[in-house]
């Protein structure tokens, strides 16, 4: 592994105006490109099967945005909402056929380890499953089980990017404010995406949407003198930002070397950089659902 300090004068300067502190993406068109990316990276993994999977889970989240667009937009216009959003009680007349669309559609297609997970599912009662979408929702993960967890994240997922999609939203950061978690729904960051304006932005894991944090900074603790890059190689679009101030550390994803990159998607996928940091005694400040199962 190399290690690069990070030169901070090599780093674009950005402007205080000119660029969007706060991008939301189409949930569609962001679930479509993860599928895709989540089976190509599967072509060359290790992991193929598990990719494979979660590919199958996002490939519906595609479906669930088109079955369930014109329900949120009718729920959005009976709530005022709060920021960040929290999912109330009201909100599970959508996730409740939300799940039983996805498991049906997975169930044909998935696995018989899978389908196992999704009779589990079946037999939870109702009051149960809406105390897990609620801890999932606040980023209680370790109060879910992570095998059923996977499944019932894509429901969440699916559903907050709807509502930040269908609202009409501005957010000006206040000044020095160091946003670690979205601003719109409270959400971890799964990563760093480096845009090819230069700026970074951390990516939402539950609501997709993208908020703007000053580099060469750590995302969790501020700290700025102690941040290193951590890869596999200099040429590598995906690196480790750590921490050696608070020990922590958060991937980054350099758009401008690959286009194609998927926070989530690439994350899972470069999961060897995460066992030489583990080992270096750093922990993730990143969070994706899909590495649920796998820390168990
Ligand atoms: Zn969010
Ligand atoms: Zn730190």
């Known amino acids: 592994m190399s290690v690069k300090?990070?030169?901070?004068?090599?780093?674009?300067?950005?402007?205080?105006?000119?660029?969007?502190?706060?991008i939301i993406g189409q949930p569609a068109t962001i679930f479509h490109a993860r599928a895709a990316r989540l089976r190509q990276l599967a072509q060359d993994s290790f992991m193929a099967d598990y990719l494979l999977l979660a590919g199958q889970?996002?490939?519906?989240?595609?479906?669930?945005?088109?079955?369930?667009?014109?329900?949120?937009?009718?729920?959005?216009?009976?709530?005022?909402?709060?920021?960040?959003?929290?999912?109330?009680?009201?909100?599970?007349?959508?996730?409740?056929?939300?799940?039983?669309?996805?498991?049906?559609?997975?169930?044909?297609?998935?696995?018989?380890?899978?389908?196992?997970?999704?009779?589990?599912?079946?037999?939870?009662?109702?009051?149960?499953?809406?105390?897990?979408?609620?801890?999932?929702?606040?980023?209680?993960?370790?109060?879910?089980?992570?095998?059923?967890?996977?499944?019932?994240?894509?429901?969440?997922?699916?559903?907050?990017?709807?509502?930040?999609?269908?609202?009409?939203?501005?957010?000006?950061p206040e000044a020095n404010a160091k946003q670690s978690h979205c601003p719109l729904c409270g959400g971890a960051p799964v990563a760093s995406l480096i845009q090819g304006s230069g700026h970074r932005y951390l990516h939402c894991s539950q609501c997709e949407t993208e908020w703007h944090r000053l580099r060469a900074e750590c995302t969790q603790c501020g700290d700025g003198e102690n941040i290193q890059l951590q890869s596999e190689s200099l040429e590598d679009s995906v690196r480790a930002e750590t921490c050696g101030h608070c020990q922590s550390y958060l991937k980054m994803l350099v758009l401008e070397k690959n286009p194609q990159l998927d926070p989530i998607a690439d994350d899972l996928a470069t999961l060897v950089l995460d066992q030489k940091l583990s080992q270096m005694e750093f922990y993730r400040n990143g969070f994706n659902p899909f590495l649920l199962p796998l820390a168990q």
Request: one cysteine or more; proline letters at 4%.
């Open 57 to 172: 889970i996002v490939q519906q989240q595609v479906h669930l945005v088109e079955t369930f667009n014109s329900a949120v937009q009718q729920q959005l216009q009976t709530k005022t909402l709060t920021w960040p959003i929290e999912i109330d009680s009201t909100w599970q007349a959508i996730l409740d056929p939300m799940l039983t669309q996805l498991t049906s559609a997975l169930r044909p297609i998935v696995s018989d380890d899978i389908v196992k997970v999704i009779d589990n599912l079946s037999q939870i009662d109702q009051q149960t499953l809406q105390h897990y979408f609620h801890a999932l929702q606040q980023n209680q993960p370790e109060r879910v089980p992570a095998d059923i967890a996977i499944i019932l994240w894509a429901c969440i997922n699916t559903l907050m990017s709807l509502i930040v999609t269908n609202t009409q939203l501005e957010w000006q």
């Open 5 to 22: 300090i990070l030169d901070k004068d090599t780093i674009i300067k950005q402007k205080s105006d000119g660029f969007n502190p706060l």
